[in-house]
């Protein structure tokens, strides 16, 4: 078993940055899956560890200037876990103008690690090499089922997000009156958010949204919902990269919020189950 990759571009640097400190708003671990083509950051949801809550893949050709890896069985993949902040805190320093490269090993330092490597230019020598050590659990392929790439149900309807800054504000206020939060959207473009406590309903209404998709767009009063953990969307919504891109949103009647970032270099999932209301 063995890996071994080089991330060389500043653009790509900051991204792999940027998808790692989304997930450390959102889990406590993160399980890489490495392939021959296809990095994998998947998260298990906390309260339910057969569901998984966030689903990213990154292609290795578009963020890697070299990349070499040996998996087990004949899939040719690794799997391990470890602890995702440690991992933002590694890679702080890709948001710095001076880093040059960002290097990622497996190493066996008296126990699996994943060692960060970075090359910062410095004023007072050529070179400066930060070293980060984060210790990994290997995961056995016994236990790899887990980690497939979850079945998606056909999405009612997918619309893209807001302004979510604006979200973030709105969201952030109605914590404050009840946990669980209505999704809803419809065909003619329009988002509402709800929460209710025993004294107070509030709705937010937001119109011409695009849509991306409609189950029988020909009706215009189509309208589609679910309720979700209030806290749970605030924290993805607070994620502050999420700034500088095109999110979708997408509901499956009842049953789940599913939030997509689709770039051509990475695909980012974040799936939150319906609740009962």
Known sequence: ???RGKIIDPHC???FYSIV?????????VVLRLSSTKLYLIASNESNSNQISVWSVLDQQSFFKDYDMIGETECNEILFSLPIDMLASSLSSAKQTNLKTLKMKLTDKLSPCLTIELDLES???SKQLCTHDIPVSVILPKDWSAYKEPTIPAHNISVVMPSIRVLRHIVDK????GPRLTVSLDSSGKMVLGVSNLSATVDTHFIGLEIVSVQNSTDKENKYSTVVDIKKF?????CETLNL???LCHIVEGMLLHCSIEEDEYVLHYFLSGIDD
């Open 1 to 3: 078993m063995k890996f």
């Open 13 to 15: 640097m900051k991204q």
């Open 21 to 29: 400190i989304i997930l450390s708003k959102l889990c406590r671990n």
């Open 123 to 125: 004023q007072v020598s």
């Open 174 to 177: 109605m914590k404050r009156i």
């Open 234 to 238: 605030s924290q993805f919504l607070n």
């Open 245 to 247: 891109s095109k999110i």
